[in-house]
């Protein structure tokens, strides 16, 4: 694990286009994704987002986008985690969500949140979430589209 590096875009924007490819995210998620990693390298006072990055043969093969949520009391948000779908079930997403957690609760983190889509193809990352200790906090029917729900998972650290 590492801090991202300028040099680490362009694998990771390959990883977030297979994601893509195999139904994980939509064009406009790459799109997002690949914005919010380019402010954390262009603006390095920020403290917005943090981004921890998973390595393999010195090859970038993940990543996890985090922060501080402003205005509160040791809330914390993960915005992204994305692993490279050749690697998946290999370890690199525990890692990162390890490591991310760890940061996090260094940092005074009390409460952990994430959001994703109620969609089929999103069974396996919301599994992700619940082996990893996350539960099921609410459920915004049809946020993302007509049928495509908004689940917000918690972790609480005590």
């Not at 093969?61 to 402003?70: C, E, H, M, Q, R």
């Not at 992700?128 to 589209?145: L, N, T, W």
């Amino acid at each position: 694990m590492r801090n991202l590096q300028a040099s680490d875009l362009p694998e990771l924007a390959a990883i977030l286009t297979r994601l893509k490819k195999v139904g994980s995210f939509t064009a406009a998620e790459v799109s997002c994704a690949l914005e919010l990693l380019q402010i954390v390298l262009d603006q390095p006072a920020q403290q917005d987002y943090q981004v921890l990055v998973a390595v393999n043969d010195d090859r970038p093969t993940g990543y996890i986008l985090y922060g501080s949520v402003p205005l509160t009391e040791g809330n914390f948000d993960i915005y992204w985690i994305a692993t490279d779908p050749r690697a998946h079930g290999m370890g690199f997403g525990r890692q990162l969500l390890e490591t991310a957690e760890d940061d996090m609760q260094q940092q005074g983190a009390r409460l952990i949140c994430l959001e994703t889509s109620s969609k089929g193809s999103y069974e396996r990352t919301r599994m992700f979430y619940v082996k990893a200790g996350y539960r099921q906090e609410s459920v915004i029917a049809d946020f993302y589209s007509p049928g495509d729900d908004r689940i917000t998972y918690v972790k609480r650290i005590f």
